[in-house]
């Protein structure tokens, strides 16, 4: 693989690693706080219709990014309502709102556009466009570091830096501030805060929130970013794939970059080589397009019993009177 090949893998597995990396870090705090999200896989695919959507309407790849939080948003309420308030199973939960959001988004786009559950196409100015950083025609010509910078670094759109921005941020939040320590405690052990006059429930409902906001924000990455529109079933396991690097990065926001970005090379992978051949040995393009599926079967497989969660995770906290 010549440097330019790589620079284009690369690349591509940046585009595809935003959503996966703004789902887990959404799944890393809803389950520090110990409620446990299966629900992202709808929750973006419910932000992703709602964005396509109101981008296609007014034109407007902004006001799309706001419906497509809004989208995720209730989605993560209807979560925190069964899994907090209501203390309901929070596994059960999560799958209600996976099928609520696939079959909920097919209904609608039927209604609204009838393409068959999908969306008009997204052009000019309803969708992202890419953005060039400082510098990158300039140090072009340098060896090495000037093509990485304006093939790899420059050229995204604006949700894959607020992604990347997003990991520092979640660790200083986490890590550094009141609010991070708490947190972290009500998932190992809410009684303890509960007594020091911490709102358990508020806590969860803040936290649940948050990975609403960075669903919303993948979801819409992948209608007016990554692609041009919303297709029925357009998430295609995502949340579950990010659920899965969550466990393999043990809960934490640095090491949940790495896990993701060998999801996406995997994916990129598969997409420039759709098929690979070894001498008299030709590998398909179909054992090729599941390589990221598969990696999740191991990691789940392999790694979900020495990867420790939050201790009070799924378990709904009953104030002691």
């Not at 330019?4 to 703004?22: Q, W």
């Not at 706080?33 to 709602?50: C, H, N, R, W, Y």
């Not at 959001?101 to 559950?117: D, H, M």
């Not at 604006?158 to 998932?187: D, E, I, M, S």
Request: contains cysteine; charged residues 10%; proline residues 6%.
């Amino acid at each position: 693989m010549n440097y330019s090949i790589a620079l284009e893998v690369l690349d591509s597995a940046v585009r595809l690693m935003t959503p996966l990396l703004l789902a887990c870090l959404a799944g890393l705090y809803s389950e520090r706080s110990g409620v446990f999200d299966i629900g992202l896989e709808g929750k973006m695919l419910m932000a992703a219709f709602t964005s396509a959507s109101v981008a296609y309407v007014t034109g407007n790849v902004w006001l799309g990014l706001a419906a497509g939080i809004g989208g995720a948003m209730a989605m993560a309420l209807v979560h925190g309502l069964a899994s907090i308030t209501f203390r309901g199973n929070q596994l059960i939960s999560g799958v209600a709102i996976n099928f609520l959001a696939s079959g909920l988004t097919v209904l609608l786009g039927q209604k609204w556009f009838g393409l068959g559950g999908r969306s008009p196409a997204l052009e000019g100015g309803a969708r992202f466009s890419p953005v060039t950083l400082p510098g990158a025609d300039a140090l072009a010509g340098v060896p090495i570091f000037g093509p990485l910078y304006r093939e790899v670094i420059s050229g995204h759109t604006p949700l894959v830096y607020v992604a990347f921005l997003a990991v520092p941020l979640t660790w200083w939040l986490l890590y550094r501030t009141r609010f991070g320590l708490r947190l972290r405690a009500v998932g190992e052990n809410p009684a303890s805060v509960d007594t020091a006059g911490v709102s358990v429930v508020r806590l969860r409902y803040g936290a649940v929130a948050i990975a609403g906001l960075l669903c919303g924000l993948a979801g819409a990455y992948l209608a007016t970013g990554l692609s041009a529109g919303f297709v029925k079933e357009m998430t295609a396991g995502r949340g579950f794939i990010a659920l899965a690097a969550l466990i393999f990065a043990k809960w934490r926001p640095w090491p949940a970059l790495g896990a993701t970005f060998l999801f996406a090379l995997l994916e990129a992978l598969a997409n420039r080589y759709p098929e690979i051949s070894l001498g008299p040995l030709t590998i398909p393009s179909m054992f090729m397009n599941t390589l990221p599926y598969i990696l999740t079967v191991i990691i789940l497989a392999g790694f979900v019993g020495r990867a420790i969660p939050p201790r009070a995770g799924g378990q709904p906290y009953v104030k002691e009177r």
